[in-house]
């Protein structure tokens, strides 16, 4: 189960985040329902190639400073 909960609002600023470092991602990949961040973690796994403790540190870098730049 993942560590953190995501609103729509909140997955936006990630989603804009993880567009910026994997450039070759297209915004149709990152889908998101409200509830399902285990399933959100797979996905992002996969399109990725890395681990699910590297995507569930990244989400949650993202979202301890929301309004910034850097992920």
Known sequence: MANFT????TWKKVKIKFL???RDL????LSFV???EDLLVQQLMSLVKRDQAYI???IR???ADPE???L
């Open 68 to 70: 910034g730049n850097r």
């Open 26 to 29: 297209a915004q149709e990949e």
């Open 56 to 58: 569930e540190f990244t």
């Open 34 to 36: 409200p509830g399902q």
């Open 20 to 22: 910026r470092k994997y």
């Open 61 to 63: 870098k993202a979202l």
């Open 6 to 9: 995501l609103t729509p609002e």
